[in-house]
C-alpha cells in the first residue's frame, strides 16, 4: 500500500500515475481547505480535480473540471444575474449537487467521495484530509482573503504574507485516513508536487497528522513542484517568492524538512542535489514534468523505486 | 389593471396572451403549492412555467422548462447515482439554484420572482400567491403523495380522492398579493384555464384570499381548462372524474360557484352555456385552444372584452 498526498492539479496527475500502477493499492489523502460553499453549494476543488482525473474524465487543458464540459447554467446564471466568477460546467455541477445534499443528510464528505469514486470506476481510495471543514486563509497584503477568492476571484495577484487554516485546530484527519494510515502493509508516502503551503500544509497541518505520517517509520518522499525556478501551473513559485524562500526545489525541500526521507526533483534542477542532501535528504534527480499519462506513470515508477531503496531496513 | 390567477401551462398561455396586450398592467398571481424541494434545490414548476413563458423562452413542446434545453447535468447525475425522475435541465439549474440561495439569505420569493422577471425582460407583474410554504397533499387510494411525486415520478396514475394544502393555515397572500388586489385601477380578475384543484384552488384557499377577490367588485371571469371532456394538458379531467364531477365546462363552472361572474368556454361546449348561465354565471362562447401567440393574444382579447362588459355599473 502507498499513500499520497495531494492537492490539485500537479498531485493529481502524479497520483494518476500510481493509480496507473497501483490500482486498489494505493490512498490519496486530499487537501479539502480550498473547499468553500459557492451559490449554496458545497464545492472540493482539489478533491474534484483529484477524482475527475483518476476517473479519466479531467479538463487536460483547465486542470480543472470535466473534459468536453458545457456551459449552459453558467450562461443562464449570467443572464439571471448570478455570480459567474467561480466556473461551474454543467456536468461538474451533478458533483456539488449530490454531494451538496448528500452533507446536508449527514453524510461524511469520505462517504460521499467514496460513492462518488464508486459510481465513476476509480479503484484507487481517494480520501478527503478531514471530514471537518478547514478553509484556508490568504494574509494578504490587503489584509486576509478566503482561498478561493485570492485564487479564483483575484487570480492570485495580491502579495501573499502568510496562511491560517480555519478550523483546523478542531478539525481532525478523518476516521478512514487514520485507518489509512495506520494499516499493515504500507509501503511509502508520496508527496506530491502539489503547492506546498495551500494543498500539502493544510493535511500535515491537521492535529495528530504529523505523528501519524511518522509513526509507520515508512520513508516519505516528497516531488519538487517546482521546475528551474518555476511552478509547472499555479501560483507555488509566486508564493515562495513572495515568503522570501529560495524559489526552486531547494526552497520546498527546506519548507518540508523534518518530514522527508526523499526527495524527487528534475533534471533540469540536477545542481540542487547537492545543497538537498545536506538537509539529510536523499534525492533522486529524474524528468518530472508530467505532459500525457506515459509522463505520469513513469515518474510514479520513479518515485515508487526510490522509495523502495530508502525504506527503513 | 388586471389580475390573472395561474398555474401551470394553459394559464401561463393566457397570461401570456394577456400580458401581449397589457404590458405592465397585468399582474399574475400564481400557485406555489406545487413547490418542493428536490435536490436540496427549491423548486416552483408553476411559478416558472409562468416566468419562462412570458419571458418567451419557454419550451413548447414540453410545456415546462426552457426551450434547447441541454441535460448534461441529469446525465452525469444519472452516471454518479442521483435521481433524475425529476428532469432538471442545465439552463433551468440556474433559476433553481440562484433562488435557492437567495431564499436561504432570507429574501422572499416574490423579490426573487421579481428579481428573475427583471432579468429576462418581462413587464407584467408575476407574483407567488404566498411567501409561505404551501404543499399540495394528493390523497389517493395508495394514501396521500406529495404533489411532485403523484405528478410526475406517478404520472398521476393513481386515482385521487380529496387533495389538502399542508401549511395554508399559517399562510397568507403575500404583501404584493394584498397589493395588487387592493390597488385602485383594478378591471378584471381572470382565473386562467389551469387545473381547478391543484392550481386554482391553493390561491383560492389561502386565509383571507376569498375576501380580497370579492372585495373589489370586479368581475371574477374563468376560462374553462376542460374542452368538450377533456383536459388540453394535464390530470384535471381525469381528477373531475375520479371525484365525481362533470367532466366538462359544467363541472369547472360548479367548482368555481360562489366566485365567478362570467365563464369562458369553448366553441365544442356551446350545448353547456345554458346550464353554466342556470348557475347565475354569464358565458362566452369561443375557439378556447391556444395553439400559437395568435390564439393566446385573441383569448386573452375575447376574455378582457367580456370581462369589460360584466364590470358592474
Chains 1, 2 share one sequence.
Request: aromatic share 4%; hydrophobic share 50%; charged share 20%.
Amino acid at each position: 500500500m502507498i499513500i499520497a498526498l495531494a492537492g490539485g492539479v500537479g498531485g493529481a496527475k502524479l497520483a494518476d500515475g500510481m493509480a496507473q500502477i497501483l490500482g486498489g493499492d494505493l490512498t490519496v489523502i486530499v487537501n479539502t481547505a480550498d473547499d468553500f460553499e459557492h451559490l449554496g453549494l458545497s464545492i472540493s476543488p482539489d478533491l474534484d480535480t483529484v477524482v475527475y482525473t483518476l476517473a479519466g474524465i479531467a479538463n487536460p487543458e483547465t486542470g480543472w473540471g470535466i473534459a468536453g464540459e458545457s456551459w449552459r447554467f453558467l450562461e443562464q446564471l449570467a443572464r439571471l444575474g448570478g455570480p459567474t466568477w467561480f466556473r461551474l460546467g454543467d456536468r461538474d455541477l451533478a458533483t456539488h449537487i449530490l454531494r451538496t445534499e448528500r452533507l446536508k443528510r449527514g453524510e461524511t464528505l469520505t462517504a460521499v467521495t467514496a460513492s462518488l469514486c464508486e459510481r465513476l470506476g476509480i479503484a484507487a481510495r481517494i480520501l478527503p484530509m478531514s471530514d471537518a471543514p478547514v478553509r484556508t486563509i490568504v494574509e494578504t497584503a490587503e489584509g486576509p482573503l478566503p482561498f478561493q477568492e485570492y485564487f479564483v476571484a483575484r487570480h492570485c495577484a495580491v502579495a501573499v504574507k502568510s496562511f491560517s487554516f480555519a478550523g483546523i485546530e478542531q478539525a481532525r484527519p478523518s476516521a478512514a485516513v487514520v485507518d489509512a494510515l495506520g494499516t499493515a502493509p504500507l509501503q511509502a508516502i508520496v508527496v506530491c508536487p502539489s503547492n506546498p503551503f495551500v494543498s500539502i500544509d493544510p493535511i500535515l497541518a491537521l492535529p495528530g497528522m504529523g505523528e501519524l505520517l511518522r509513526a509507520r517509520g515508512v520513508p516519505v518522499v516528497a516531488v519538487s513542484p517546482i521546475i528551474a525556478g518555476a511552478a509547472v501551473k499555479g501560483p507555488a513559485a509566486k508564493m515562495l517568492r513572495e515568503l522570501g524562500l529560495a524559489v526552486s526545489a531547494t526552497g520546498v525541500a527546506a519548507h518540508y524538512r523534518g518530514l522527508l526521507k526523499g526527495m524527487v526533483i528534475d533534471t533540469a534542477d540536477a545542481g540542487l542535489a547537492a545543497d538537498i542532501e545536506a538537509m539529510g535528504i536523499a534525492v533522486k534527480v529524474t524528468p518530472t514534468l508530467m505532459r500525457n499519462a506515459t509522463d505520469r506513470r513513469r515518474l510514479a515508477e520513479t518515485c515508487l523505486a526510490f522509495a523502495g531503496t530508502l525504506a527503513v531496513k
